[in-house]
């Protein structure tokens, strides 16, 4: 498989999951949006609700713009040509160490249709540990 193709699908792998550098800009992001919601709510009721989220959402999302980055914009956009090559052997080498066992149990989950959930398993637990161990990312 060419190097950009492999890349393309980790991406779309990695969005899928919803795999995030900074998880705790997420985090704490929600919790504005949510006191915002709830403050408004205990103020005006059901519109205060909808004011108080949409607020707190242009709030937030102007505090933190630019603050973190996905996994997958960092893949596409960040990683130079020798880190992708990396990113594809490791998951060439993770799918390489399949074992018998495991096939068996793909097998399994082919004829019972959960082989595309497993697969991805793979393929994003391999993302995780390259960003961990070779650029030094903390996921969750």
């Not at 006191?35 to 005006?44: D, H, K």
Request: charged fraction near 15%.
């Amino acid at each position: 498989m060419a190097v950009r193709s492999i890349l393309a699908e980790v991406s779309k792998l990695s969005e899928l999951e919803g795999v995030r550098v900074t998880l705790r800009n997420s985090l704490s992001g929600g919790v504005t949006v949510g006191c915002a919601a709830t403050a408004g709510s205990v103020a005006l009721g059901p519109v205060g609700l909808l004011l108080g989220g949409v607020l707190g959402s242009v709030l937030t999302t102007w505090s933190k713009w630019g603050s973190y980055r996905s996994l997958i914009s960092v893949i596409s956009e960040d990683l130079t040509p020798r880190q992708q090559e990396q990113l594809v052997e490791s998951l060439q080498l993770a799918l390489n160490q399949v074992s018998r066992e495991d096939l068996l149990k793909l097998l399994v989950l082919i004829t019972s249709g959960g082989a595309q959930a497993a697969l991805r398993e793979i393929a994003v637990s391999s993302v995780r540990e390259f960003a961990c161990q070779e650029l030094g990312f903390r996921l969750s």
